[in-house]
């Protein structure tokens, strides 16, 4: 089946860093990625929309500025939280919608990064 | 906007116990309704899925039927497993506006105990 990888799966890092996490799908070319947010034992969150070759949209209250997303191809999506601190850890989960599916076809996940900043 | 209410949890029942998770939604038109599942430290998978009125989605034992009369999507299990103890979200997607990103519940811990 379809397989969505993200990468890495953890990260650890000083405040002030700024680090990139990579989603691609490995099997299906993906038009629309989604970025989700996820704070400990709560629901996942939407941050944003990454859309191949145009730019991303993002939901009220995430400043665009502090992650950024780049999507250059169809199979790869990258979120950066620039310059991150304390209250930038969390888990962050990508997901994939396949080009060829049909509007009621689910996402496909990726396993998801643990972000932690020192 | 689109909400989706989920039980709170934990829920915690013993190997082969009956299972409900239940879940209400809100939404515009008629979304599709999906259930995942978190096992610790992983991502989502998806676990079953329905798309109109009265489709039952069913996969390893799980089943939940789109109730439009009620907005209800509850997740069932006849039996459930140890390995069966993750957290899951149930969640639509809105097909009216054609959005394709997903709404999630707050998500329900199922602790099964041998």
């Known amino acids: 089946g379809a397989v969505v990888s993200q990468h890495p799966s953890r990260v650890i890092c000083k405040s002030g860093t700024s680090v990139k996490i990579e989603c691609r799908s490995l099997?299906?070319?993906?038009?629309?990625m989604f970025w989700y947010r996820q704070f400990p034992k709560q629901s996942l969150m939407l941050m944003a929309t990454?859309?191949?070759?145009?730019?991303?949209?993002?939901e009220q209250g995430v400043e665009k500025d502090k992650f950024l997303i780049n999507h250059a191809s169809l199979t790869l999506s990258t979120l950066t939280v620039t310059s991150a601190h304390p209250e930038d850890s969390s888990f962050y989960i990508c997901?994939?919608?396949?080009?060829?599916?049909?509007?009621?076809?689910?996402?496909?996940f990726g396993d998801g990064t643990r972000l932690s900043i020192l | 906007g689109n909400s989706v209410t989920q039980m709170e949890g934990p829920v915690t029942l013993s190997e082969e116990a009956f299972l409900t998770i239940n879940c209400t939604y809100t939404?515009?038109?008629?979304?599709?309704l999906f259930w995942y599942v978190q096992y610790p430290g992983e991502g989502l998978q998806l676990l079953l899925k329905?798309?109109?009125?009265?489709d039952k989605g069913s996969n390893k034992g799980f089943e939940a039927t789109y109730r439009k009369e009620t907005t209800s999507f509850h997740l069932e299990k006849g039996s459930v497993q140890v390995s069966d103890s993750a957290v899951y979200f149930c969640?639509?997607?809105?097909?009216?506006?054609?959005?394709?990103?997903?709404?999630f519940g707050s998500g329900t811990r199922l602790q099964v105990q041998p």
């Open positions: 990454s859309n191949e070759g145009s730019k991303a949209t993002y």
């Open positions: 939404a515009t038109g008629y979304p599709s």
């Open positions: 997901s994939a919608v396949d080009r060829e599916a049909v509007s009621n076809q689910p996402q496909h």
């Open positions: 969640a639509l997607s809105d097909r009216v506006t054609g959005r394709r990103a997903l709404t």
């Open positions: 329905a798309t109109k009125a009265d």
């Open positions: 099997d299906f070319q993906a038009t629309t």
